[in-house]
């Protein structure tokens, strides 16, 4: 069902809220739905009151940054205290992708199934993502995020990899709605991939078959003819999108908010078969937990999220205290890349 209708700024693109089709994380009916549109929504891969400790577990990083950030005072909220955000209020370092919050949403016995569901293997490596947080934009507009037709994107090159490689996902903990905005799908626009290099053949040129985005125009008619969507989410629902899938996130214009609390927050995750991956990549991907250090979603290569340009200073400053790595049961260091045996031993 249709909501109601957003617009970005120069009226050229749309973002319609709709409420789509939830399943279980088992159903074959989902992955069917995810092969053809591009996406999926995954009921209640947490319950309300986990993604609700989800939620005040990311509070506890953001406070024990030791920048003054209180999550009962919107005045401590500000730009200096905040860690450094990237497009759609992602917070991609400063160890946010082993943080407390982020290994509890790991360990979701239905996010691991609706993945294994994905992939038909149980033998997964998680992605060591952040998340985005949606501070509330009508309280300060310098915190409003990125309008959706800005920066629609994909994250697969569409000849370095052809093909299906990567399914992404995110976990949303906050309540959604057609005022607040949140992620955003071009239904089907996964089957446009193979034509992109005839269609964007100059743009395409000009990024390296190693880098894993491509950014369509601004305002891409083509896209906007698409029709791209903001699905309507509970706390707790997962959302799978195909990394062909072109995606951002985009904010509604805000009617009602309460500006004492947060406005959005969802936790990125990735899993991958660890087939995919290889030794080399594998013992990064631990010697990265011993260091707090992020990745992005990709699993079988190793891309450390503190040296993107937009947080290097931030994340070799000392304004920050970076979180404690919480003890890992077995399940979470599996999706690390431990062996059984390794984890006996560590044990």
């Known amino acids: 069902m249709t909501l109601t209708t957003h617009h970005s700024a120069n009226d050229t693109i749309s973002v319609e809220y709709r409420h789509v089709p939830r399943f279980e994380p088992t159903e074959d009916s989902a992955m069917r739905y995810l092969e053809k549109h ?9 319950t309300t009151k986990e993604a609700e400790h989800a939620v005040d577990l990311l509070w506890d990083y953001l406070e024990q940054l030791g920048t003054g950030i209180n999550r009962a005072d919107t005045s401590t909220w500000d730009d200096d205290r905040w860690p450094t955000s990237v497009h759609g209020g992602i917070l991609p370092s400063l160890g946010i992708g082993h943080s407390p919050a982020q290994w509890f949403i790991r360990n979701s016995t239905r ?26 934009w009508l309280a300060n507009a310098a915190w409003r995020t990125n309008e959706g037709g800005s920066w629609l994107h994909i994250d697969q090159h569409p000849t370095g990899r052809p093909g299906k490689h990567c399914v992404q996902g995110l976990v949303n903990l906050l309540p959604t709605s057609p005022e607040i905005g949140g992620n955003v799908v071009v239904p089907g626009s996964h089957h446009l991939f193979e034509q992109i290099p005839e269609l ?32 309507h989410m509970e706390p707790g629902d997962l959302m799978l999108w195909d990394s062909r899938t072109v995606h951002c996130s985009h904010p509604g214009p805000g009617a009602g908010m309460d500006e004492s609390k947060l406005q959005r927050a969802a936790s990125l995750i990735c899993m991958m078969p660890r087939s995919k991956s290889n030794s080399k990549v594998i013992e990064r991907r631990k010697k990265a937990l011993r260091e707090g250090t992020s990745t992005t979603n990709w699993s079988d290569r190793f891309i450390n999220a503190d040296h993107f340009p937009d947080v290097t200073d931030a994340a070799q400053s000392d304004r920050f205290n970076w979180p404690v790595i919480p003890k890992l049961n077995a399940h979470q260091m599996r999706l690390v890349g431990f062996t059984p045996n390794e984890i006996a031993q560590a044990n």
């Open 111 to 136: 996010i691991h199934q609706a993945f294994t569901s994905v992939w038909e293997t149980e033998d997964l490596l998680v992605s060591f993502d952040g998340v985005s947080l949606w501070r509330p």
């Open 200 to 231: 964007y053949g100059p743009r395409l040129a000009r990024i390296h078959d190693s880098i894993d985005h491509f950014r369509f125009p601004k305002n891409d008619p083509r896209l906007r003819d698409m029709q791209p969507i903001s699905c």
């Open 38 to 46: 591009g996406f999926v929504i995954i009921a209640n891969a947490l």
